[in-house]
């Protein structure tokens, strides 16, 4: 039996020829399962790779409260790939379980690409975690923003108030008369701003 095999990378033939340095009968089927082992590892330093870069994009979501979106998207992109191609070939040993399965050596490649579904699954929820703490950090802003802009609008309301109150058309209004009138309606505004203010810094509103 012959097996044809095209390759782009020397270290596909080294670590073919390791491989069949130990395996003592070697056949076109465990060079198939060589194979799947190989493309195996290979997906797992890719995903090592893209789990470093998930765990600085977490850091950064969690100290500064931002992340690189497209980075994240790029990355969710390809572990989705990476989980897709693995997907398929357990899928393809399981399915010619009838010429594999008394190899020893075909549970253990079924082994290595559970290991790989696994890392994938793993990076996966990282990459949800950044997502949800990044939308975390932008609610909380966004909260924030709005209540400082409810304290800006609600503290010069008394003024507002008062303002209105004593510019409608009567004769008899409080105060309108009196040499001390707008001294006192101003005390009376800061009294009640500065109760506003306490209150609003009892509830760490600002």
């Known amino acids: 039996d012959k097996f044809v095999l095209n390759h782009y990378s020397d270290e596909l033939v080294d670590f073919l020829k390791e491989k069949m340095t130990l395996q003592h009968e070697a056949n076109k089927y465990t060079v198939c399962l060589f194979l799947f082992q190989y493309i195996s590892y290979s997906y797992n330093e890719e995903l090592l790779k893209i789990e470093q870069k998930v765990d600085k994009l977490f850091e950064e979501a969690v100290n500064y409260g931002e992340t690189d979106n497209k980075e994240l998207l790029e990355l969710k992109k390809s572990v989705s790939l990476l989980k897709r191609f693995t997907t398929s070939y357990k899928f393809m040993l399981t399915y010619l379980d009838d010429e594999f399965g008394e190899l020893e050596l075909y549970d253990k490649v079924l082994l290595v690409l559970d290991n790989t579904l696994n890392l994938v699954e793993n990076i996966e929820a990282s990459i949800f975690s950044c997502i949800d703490i990044y939308n ?21 309301l008394p003024l507002t108030i008062m303002a209105g109150i004593f510019g409608m058309n009567f004769k008899n209004i409080p105060l309108v008369n009196d040499e001390y009138g707008f001294i006192i309606l101003m005390v009376i505004t800061l009294v009640i701003v500065l109760l506003e203010f306490l209150y609003f810094k009892k509830k760490k509103f600002i």
């Open 136 to 156: 975390s950090e932008i609610s909380n802003k966004m909260n924030k923003t709005m209540q400082l802009l409810t304290v800006i609008t609600v503290l010069p």
